[in-house]
């Protein structure tokens, strides 16, 4: 017999902002939450999110802004060309636009991208193996992490067809010797894919290094929890809502 989770957690329905208003400080919120989880890279990596409406056009970082110091109206945003769409003083990373446009122009269900560059993200990225079935947190990219092959910084523009290629209808990604990469229906999903995709990595370096042998789960027990932490539409709710709860009562400046 087995237990309907359903019955005790029903699951919420996505929190998709209806206004680019909203998601500007779900955005802000999410470049905080990474800082505040030690997941940025100073200045560098970003989070995007496409704007409501219809078309292409997504919110970034302003270029040379910390993510602990972004706030709803400073992101900048552009459109798939690279144009901004409203005057902003602040420059696009170049490598951001090249990424992050590849797949909200791919994937329609993009609703939001986040890359980091962490230590243990890039470690694992660099090795031949990449993620291993030692944790419950790496179960669940079980079989459905894709790999994309070094190219050098992002700059190059036919590389966005390989990065959606590589990833295909997966949600997240080892960038090889880059770092990881998420993508979600909102940015609550992407934020849930990242911070559980960066622990991950965080246990298999801890295993690595304690010089014991290795106890990997095998494929098939693998699958069914993969499967097990399948749940549709709302997935990352209950963690985005209490993320945001929590950076509420750190700083809600944020939302500015």
């Not at 069914?224 to 209950?238: D, I, L, M, T």
Request: with cysteine; net charge negative.
């Amino acid at each position: 017999m087995t237990l309907d989770v359903n019955t005790l957690a029903p699951p919420l329905a996505p929190s998709a902002p209806a206004s680019e208003a909203e998601l500007r400080v779900d955005l802000a919120a999410c470049y905080r939450l990474i800082a505040h989880f030690g997941m940025d890279d100073t200045i560098y990596t970003h989070i995007t999110a496409r704007v409501p409406g219809g078309g292409h056009g997504f919110l970034i970082n302003p270029y040379g802004m910390a993510f602990d110091e972004i706030t709803a109206s400073s992101l900048v945003k552009i459109g798939i060309d690279g144009e901004k769409l409203e005057a902003s003083p602040w420059p696009v990373n170049p490598p951001g636009f090249v990424i992050h446009s590849a797949l909200h122009m791919g994937r329609a269900d993009a609703g939001c991208v986040i890359h980091t560059h962490t230590v243990a993200g890039m470690a694992v990225a660099a090795t031949e193996q990449g993620l291993l079935p030692l944790s419950q947190w790496a179960l669940e990219f079980h079989d459905r992490l894709a790999v994309h092959d070094y190219e050098g910084i992002a700059t190059d523009l036919d590389e966005r067809e390989r990065l959606v290629r590589d990833l295909g209808a997966r949600n997240a990604m080892l960038l090889r010797n880059h770092g990881l990469l998420t993508v979600g229906r909102t940015v609550a999903e992407a934020f849930y894919f990242m911070y559980y995709l960066e622990h991950a990595c965080r246990v298999q370096l801890a295993a690595q290094s304690s010089g014991a042998a290795l106890r990997p789960v095998g494929p098939n027990l693998a699958e069914h929890v993969a499967q097990q932490c399948e749940v549709g539409a709302g997935k990352g709710e209950r963690l985005w809502r209490a993320m945001r709860r929590k950076l509420d009562r750190l700083d809600p400046s944020y939302r500015d």
